[in-house]
């Protein structure tokens, strides 16, 4: 009898625990406007954000990262404004049919770093040491052909 009661009572638990759970999915999907809203006012809602807040809302929770890896119109205004600074890199990528998400992935760092190069935030470095190791990006001969060309314009 003994076992009998145990295992009434761990099924009663284990319907506790279920139920618990079955609410807390209840609640977080209440609180859910992706799986509340329609894909387009979701996608509207997330185009508003700026790179650095897209890559973190994809990280709150598996319904926002799937609605945001998956849509790359969310990618392409931000990978044009790198566009600006990598133009050549991003039409090779656009060519080589990667989406606007992997290459604003493959080309935003970059785009950064170039920036700065071409805008003289270098142009006074007295010795390799001076340069911020940390965020420097490795970069083809065309791209410090460019940087070059900016330095003797100088």
Sequence with gaps: ???NSKNNNSSASDIDVNFVNA??????????????LPLEVTLK???????RSLCRASMTC???NYVIR????????????????CQREIDDDLESGYSWRVILLRNYQKS??????????YSNICSPVS??????YPMD?????EILEAELER
Excluded: Y
């Design 23 to 36: 609410e807390q999915e209840r609640n977080e999907s209440q609180n859910n406007f992706v799986k509340l």
């Design 131 to 136: 340069l911020p190791e940390k965020i420097m």
């Design 1 to 3: 009898m003994k076992k």
């Design 141 to 145: 001969a065309d791209t410090w052909g």
């Design 45 to 51: 809602i997330f185009s508003q954000l700026d790179i």
């Design 62 to 64: 598996k319904s926002w």
């Design 112 to 121: 950064k770093v170039k920036h700065e190069w071409l805008s003289g935030r």
């Design 70 to 85: 998956k849509n790359d119109s969310l990618w392409k205004s931000h990978c044009l404004t790198v566009r600006a600074v």
